[in-house]
């Protein structure tokens, strides 16, 4: 069987070699129509560069770590997907391991030890490790983030503008008249900074209706899975003050339980309370009601961090950490009556 | 921060080191309730065995692969966690590789090449790898087998009875009363076993009662998700004798993207049409109406694939590649109104 080489991408895209190599190999400033043209030539041939020789040359596995809390929380597992194609385009081997959020996980698999030296990379999307966790780092690999958890940090890092999107979800409920609209999600700032982000968010939004926030309408959940969201929901159904007419979930296996919770107690979605959640997962757009939800661009995310990855293996120095940012849109569905 | 060794787990369990020993390194006979003495001593103490200094003096990563098509199937999102979990006792780090069933792709991560040299041993769901490719993988580590892919493979299998349970699920909508049971995720023999054996329990379950099968009412399908799921339904509704009272979807993504066509278009479940899934994710416990499903042991599963490749990797010579049933249950929920 013929192996397709670099210069048969090269005809096929009608552009130099070196221009392929610099596509493939992740290196910056290419084209935006030109990259496409390339990967259109790679995805048709089938090529694959190749890896063990380009990798013992260099000293290098080709592959790259991509470290999440948890995989059965879809949203993960759906990035992950991303993030598999984006690497494996560029050549890469992408290994997955979940952490379950704990400290001594992140920190065993991305600073020290035998198992970070088998990566030539690492994306991270921490949980549990600090600042001060991630100063201490003495593995040799690039690490990018993904998330907020970033302030002052030396790594790139890759994330949406979660206050934004969580006052876009809050005033698209306020906007159909709402008035009691609930919060499900709230975290401590030291393990729940994305939270944080999303309440900011929803206070921001009634804020700029001139509008006062009750704080007994925002429930905090230790975690973000169906479960937490139903229990949650049915406490703001016993509220003293009577049930919200809306409630914003800082994700959709939240919002999923919540919905759960509301028709099982014989409360009408979106009629009596509408539910909005965040993540766009494939299972709230099979629910029942359909799911009104913020849609993350997981492919965009995927993509800016393989390549800011890329670019601190392959290419020139790249200077400075960078802060890069992925859009979002507000899908409206049936959950909010849209 | 004092480190949990050994022998502090031997005492808190009451056992021998050596015991401990073989229980952490996942030796065969060590009676139930020994292992489970000691492994709640593990987790008590949060022991965890040395790994980088046993690794390095034989040679060995410490990583275990784990193979799966697709990690947005929550199945094998699920699977992995535990997985993840039943390793992590044993001192291995898992990390795992979605394949979307691409046979270059198994082949490169598991048979041959730079990848494959990394991991101490492989657990693979296959999907599209065949007996012959198997017996051409020249990687030296042992290799554990999710699923039915298997009849003369030289290798190690973990997998639950198919048939029996897809016949469970079928009888159990036959004997509510249910005349025109459908199947919805068939598929060819070349790229579907397990979908084979789920569509022979299908057809038995019938016979068992004496009844023939329509075969107008098994629909297959290119893929086990929601969206494949909810097409079929649809093909079905409109079948020329009418729609079927009943469908056995060969998984829950199949059966949850069935329901939500059924709702759309009006259908009560399970009033007009019952509907059972296979597999039992999470997603299924929340939805409306909850999902009837079979429950394969997912965690029994991961205990064997674990157990077996650590007796593979540290205990004495195996023997012949065995086969392990993992056990199921049929969880009978709102969809066919249980």
Known sequence: MATTRLRDVAERAGVSV?????????????????????????????????LLARNLKRGRTGLIALVVPELDVPYFAELARSVVGEARQRGYTVVIDQTDGEPDRERELIMHGAS??????????????SQADLAHRDAAGPLVLLGERI????????????????????EHLLALGRTRVAA???????????????TRGYRMAHEARGLSVDPSLTVATPRFHRQEGAAAMARLL?????????????????????????????VRVPEDIAV??????????????TLTTISPDKAMIARLAVERLALRLDGPPAGEPAELWASYTLEVRESSGG
């Open 116 to 129: 970070a030296a088998l990566f030539d990379g690492v994306i991270l999307s921490p949980l549990a490790l």
């Open 276 to 289: 909005v959640g965040f993540d766009d997962i494939e299972a709230g757009r099979y629910n029942t009601p």
């Open 184 to 198: 499900i999600g709230d975290q401590p700032y030291d393990t729940g900074e994305t939270a944080q982000l999303r």
């Open 238 to 266: 016993d509220h003293p003050d009577g049930p919200p007419d809306a409630v914003f979930c800082y994700n959709d296996l939240l919002a999923l339980g919540a919905i759960r919770t509301l028709l099982t107690r014989g």
């Open 151 to 170: 302030a002052a940090s030396p790594y790139d890092h890759v994330a949406i503008d979660n206050v934004s999107a969580a006052a876009a979800a809050t």
């Open 18 to 50: 070196r221009t392929v190599s610099n596509v493939v190999n992740g290196y910056a400033r290419v084209a935006e129509e030109t990259r496409r043209r390339v990967e259109e030539a790679v995805a048709e041939l089938g090529y694959h560069p190749n």
